[in-house]
């Protein structure tokens, strides 16, 4: 079964896509069809119909009714049997798109990053165990190995510049881990590693690091 599409596919430079892009549609729409959110959205209708659920189990939508669904490509009318499921925004949590799983309960993907791309902002300089230990917090803790991979990424997407070089000690598990210091402040959205290995910008709509073009 295909999985959710990237965000870039959902996106383009000066618009911003995925939940976000569906969520601040919804907030413009109020009352629509699942059709209707996603061409407001410029998003794919799966990506809409899935956010949608979620916000249904979460009590953030509710259904209100239906209404016939637009003329088919052949040219067929609406009837009683072709109707459209039309959603209600009842509660309006703010600009940021409610993280939210498919039981409607709050998700913890991608606070890990966001977390740290927020405390990147806050100190001059910092290694990875560093960060880690910072960005943590009693909801959501931030492993080191995540640490490590996530500002390799942003290195390699020029986002950050090594400080002081990482120096191996003599036993594995020893010596001092780089020092990195971030040169590249593109807004608040944390840059994001697919799963392809790209880093996707959410902040500039747009793929800023591939590993098939890295000099």
């Not at 969520?23 to 990506?47: D, G, H, N, P, Y």
């Amino acid at each position: 079964m295909a999985g959710r599409k990237p965000v870039h596919l959902t996106s383009s430079a000066g618009r911003i896509g995925g939940r976000q892009g569906i969520w601040q549609a919804i907030r413009k729409c109020r009352r629509f069809t699942v059709r209707q959110l996603a061409e407001a959205a410029r998003a794919e209708r799966s990506a809409a119909w899935s956010y949608v659920k979620c916000l249904v189990a979460g009590g953030i939508l509710q259904p209100d009714g239906t209404e016939p669904a637009p003329r088919s490509a052949f040219g067929g009318r609406p009837n009683d049997k072709n109707q459209s499921a039309v959603y209600r925004l009842v509660k309006d949590c703010g600009v940021e798109a409610p993280r939210l799983g498919k039981d409607g309960k709050p998700s913890k993907q991608g606070l890990a990053r966001e977390q740290m791309w927020r405390t990147m902002h806050l100190v001059s300089s910092f290694n990875a165990r560093d960060l880690a230990v910072t960005a943590s917090t009693e909801a959501v803790v931030v492993n080191l190995v995540d640490a490590k991979d996530y500002l390799q990424h942003l290195l390699r997407a020029g986002y950050l510049a090594i400080k002081a070089p990482s120096k191996p000690g003599h036993k594995p598990g020893t010596g001092d881990l780089a020092v990195y210091r971030l040169i590249k402040r593109t807004g608040p959205r944390p840059p994001m590693v697919q799963r392809m290995k790209t880093v996707f910008d959410p902040n500039l709509g747009q793929i800023v690091w591939h590993p098939e073009v890295e000099e």
